[in-house]
């Protein structure tokens, strides 16, 4: 049997095809969103999907994209890092920290700057992913804490944003009094969580003159505290004061030791008229007409309350896409990270979760700029400030159980305060940071 | 000649004897191997681990630490408070268990219609995966739209509504009933089983000498099972003691450590700390008070089986 030449081109195509896929780089990606289920899972991974391959071709990108949780994720890099896998992973900044201290990411400075989209990234974004002086990753999402209130309530009640601590505890203590089945505030309370410290930080940051619990001694080549136990008693107080000053008082004393998922849910379903915030709170609009018609008709956005003497600052949240130190294949891991830190990736990324860009090509497109949410937090990022690139584990523990201690009167705010302080201090001088 | 034969023989038995070793050998080495392995190797490496500083984000700077970490370990508040409430829940799960898995044994086993469906339903709780358990508790808890407190809002007692793992004194109290919640059937089901093994000519015979239900589960029921309360005990002890799905799950051993208990204290060494060395030591701890809590109860089964 002859063998026409038009039956061998399918065979050609079939063999080059084969042959390319066998030559095609594979990766592995940890992308938390992509895994967890939410409203970003879908449209995330049609990107991947869809426009992915486009964008790089000859590089396959395993279809596992890690644990859905992050803490969860941090704990399986931290033992398998060294394995090489994943190649690439999206974190927290806590998380970064300890990736970076652990030596599993690969600095990538001279592929930074050899970038042409390098001068896009604002640059405290980068500043929070700098340490020690190299880079660790790139930003594709930055946001910081807010207070997000009711605007129909303190409209119906005659008030204007609170600016101070003591008005926001009056105005709270107004609505929880007046207003039936509505709290004034709500907080993040739950001993160990992330949330917890992340407001108790933002409200911290502010009496620390915008400076973290701890600071570098370039001399003694160690962290050395970097505050007072009475700033640490006067944060306290505020959370003490949040629960017990005032009849009814500002926080609804049952939802002592409540997680993100509560606060979250009681403000969109209006159970509470104040919280600290950041803006992913947005994607909750899909969770059905009450959360929408509170989420883009009834919420207003301002800056955290101050303290007396205070500074305007809040918690600066930066996620990176870094690269695994011991992946073999960094070039290819390298264009998946410029991929995922595109402006495409990130105009979809972030207008869907309702979160910030860290570029300033993303911040400019009319969908963000045109958007009074986007608008709102963007003009709040410059008081945001980076934790200092310290393993912060136990020290979320001890400041969480500071506050617990405080707002369940184990403790007088002031005591848990020189409490706290000295704990921190010893991790300073046991090295253990 | 004879002698010959004989010797003969004997190297014979000898090497019959050390052939038959040496496959009882064979056979047993690949599962000593996986004992070895998984169970001695990882304990021996914990105990060596517990006298270093090493970290797990550090992991090529460990240092031999001698006692450090076990002295700083037992001065520590939160660890001696963690192994109280790991002793107390213990003892008050494991003996609410028995007790209340006894009376559930007894109400299983009457003959009454439709009996076989609670039967089947009652392990429904040992069959949920615990995760599930745990969310189920949550919801019910939660402040504002949880079961527990829209029903006592319902009959008028809004005033006792709270976030119950997030009280004080109500968390611990949640924890220990969820392990009931999951437990006290599966204990029901083996006692009903071991309950149905014995004679009924026992219980005819103290009805006539005028033993009423009392005595005959005092001194019919209760010895004969107790071999399978043993057993069970035993299981337990371990198993709640080792326990952390539930506290974690539900309160991460908050709130101010009311629930704190050591497998979670040591976990959040190991993993928010990344302090392996002392949270190793930890573990030491544990299995040292848990091989005590599991000799005493076979002290115990010993002394039974001696009667």
New interface residues.
């Given amino acids: 049997m002859r063998i026409k030449f038009p039956h061998v081109l399918p065979i050609a195509a079939a063999l080059a095809t084969t042959m390319s896929v066998g030559f095609a780089t594979e990766i592995d990606l940890w992308f938390i969103p992509m895994s967890s289920e939410g409203p970003m899972k879908e449209p995330l991974l049609k990107w991947m999907k869809d426009t992915l391959p486009k964008e790089l071709p000859g590089i396959t990108v395993g279809d596992n994209y890690g644990p859905p949780i992050y803490q969860d994720a941090q704990q399986k890099f931290i033992v398998q890092g060294r394995k090489g896998k994943p190649d690439v992973i999206e974190a927290v900044l806590e998380g970064m920290i300890a990736y970076q201290r652990a030596g599993l990411l690969a600095p990538v400075d001279d592929l930074f700057d050899r970038w042409s989209d390098k001068d896009q990234f604002i640059p405290s974004t980068i500043k929070a992913l700098t340490l020690n002086g190299k880079l660790y990753g790139v930003p594709y999402n930055t946001n910081v804490r807010v207070l997000l209130y009711r605007k129909d309530l303190f409209q119906k009640y005659g008030m204007t944003p609170p600016k101070t601590w003591d008005e926001m505890l009056q105005d709270a203590a107004t609505i929880s009094a007046k207003e039936s089945g509505v709290a004034g505030l709500g907080l993040t309370t739950k001993n160990g969580s992330v949330r917890t410290f992340q407001e108790f930080i933002s409200f911290f940051f502010q009496v620390n003159n915008g400076e973290n619990p701890y600071k570098y001694d370039e001399a003694g080549k160690k962290w050395a505290m970097n505050t007072s136990p009475e700033k640490f008693g006067q944060v306290l107080k505020l959370y003490s004061d949040c629960f017990f000053a005032g009849n009814p008082p500002a926080v609804n004393q049952n939802t002592r030791g409540n997680d993100y998922q509560a606060t979250d849910t009681d403000y969109v379903s209006g159970k509470s008229a104040m919280v600290p915030m950041g803006p992913w709170i947005y994607q909750y609009r899909a969770n059905g007409e009450v959360a929408k018609k509170i989420l883009e008709e009834e919420t207003g956005v301002a800056p955290l309350p101050l303290p007396p003497g205070g500074v305007q600052a809040t918690y600066l949240e930066v996620k990176p896409i870094s690269i695994n130190a011991f992946s073999k294949e960094k070039d290819a891991a390298w264009e998946l990270v410029k991929a995922l830190t595109s402006k495409e990736f990130i105009a979809m990324a972030n207008r869907t979760e309702g979160v910030n860009p860290p570029r300033k090509d993303v911040a400019e497109l009319p969908e963000f700029k045109n958007d009074w949410w986007e608008q709102a937090f963007i003009a709040q990022l410059p008081t945001g400030v980076a934790l200092a690139p310290i393993n912060w584990g136990l020290v979320i523990n001890d400041i969480t159980e500071a506050m617990q201690k405080a707002i369940y009167k184990n403790q007088a705010p002031e005591d848990a305060g020189k409490e706290l302080y000295n704990t921190l201090e010893q991790r300073a001088e046991k090295n253990q940071l | 000649m004879s002698s010959v034969l004989r010797s003969e023989n004997n190297a014979l038995t000898l090497w019959q004897n050390l052939s038959r070793k040496s496959f009882g050998y064979a056979i047993l080495f690949p599962a000593l191997l996986v004992i070895l392995g998984l169970n001695l190797y990882p304990t021996i490496s914990g105990i060596l681990t517990s006298f270093t500083n090493q970290s797990?984000?550090?992991?090529g700077h460990s240092v031999y630490v001698g006692l450090e970490n076990y002295f700083k370990l037992l001065k520590d508040p939160v660890f001696q408070i963690s192994l109280l409430h790991s002793l107390e829940l213990t003892f008050f799960a494991v003996v609410l268990q028995v007790i209340l898995g006894l009376v559930m044994a007894h109400l299983l086993i009457q003959k009454v219609p439709g009996i076989h469906f609670f039967r089947s339903v009652a392990m429904i709780t040992w069959v949920l995966p615990i995760i599930a358990s745990v969310v189920m508790f949550r919801f019910m808890t939660?402040?504002?739209y949880g079961f527990v407190n829209i029903l006592l809002k319902d009959v008028g007692q809004e005033r006792l509504?709270?976030?119950w793992?997030?009280?004080?004194t109500f968390?611990f109290l949640l924890v220990l009933i969820m392990h009931l919640w999951r437990n006290v059937p599966f204990y029901a089901v083996a006692f009903m089983a071991a309950m149905q093994a014995i004679s009924s000519d026992l219980y005819e015979a103290a009805r006539i000498d005028g033993a009423g239900e009392w005595r005959q589960f005092w001194f019919i029921t209760l010895p004969n099972l107790r071999y399978i309360i043993l057993v069970m005990v035993v299981l337990h002890v371990t198993f709640t003691f080792n326990n952390f799905d539930f506290v974690f799950l539900s309160?991460?051993?908050?709130?101010?450590?009311a629930t704190e208990v050591l497998s979670t204290y040591i976990y959040?060494?190991a993993?928010?700390?990344?302090?392996l060395g002392y949270a190793s030591a930890g573990g030491v701890i544990m299995l040292v008070v848990l091989v005590f809590l599991v000799l005493v109860c076979n002290k115990f089964i010993k002394g039974l089986s001696e009667e």
């Fill in positions: 797990l984000i550090d992991p939660l402040p504002s509504a709270r976030n793992f997030g009280d004080e968390a309160t991460g051993g908050g709130p101010v450590n959040k060494q993993w928010n700390g990344y302090a």
